[in-house]
């Protein structure tokens, strides 16, 4: 997850608040690499950028989507799974 965020944000040179608040629908893999839009900036400006296969990021990042439970109804592509204790 940490390398994600880092490929995101270094690539994007986003604010931690606008990686937060990046969902699953804003990223669209269209094979050779990403296109990551920003809809809310405090600019105001929403903003694309795009994210190259350099080294392994897009494998990286595909792999990250893959370990995603079916069973999350939130579009948050960072969040952490807690278990419950009984």
Known sequence: MIKVGLILGIAG????DELVNLTVDDIEDVGSSLFVKIPNTK???PRIFVVTDVGNTLELF???LSLRPPHVK?????????????
């Open 13 to 16: 040179a986003c604010r931690t």
């Open 43 to 45: 600019t105001k400006i």
């Open 62 to 64: 595909r792999k990250y």
């Open 74 to 86: 939130h579009k948050a592509p960072f969040f952490v799974l807690q278990s419950r204790k009984m």
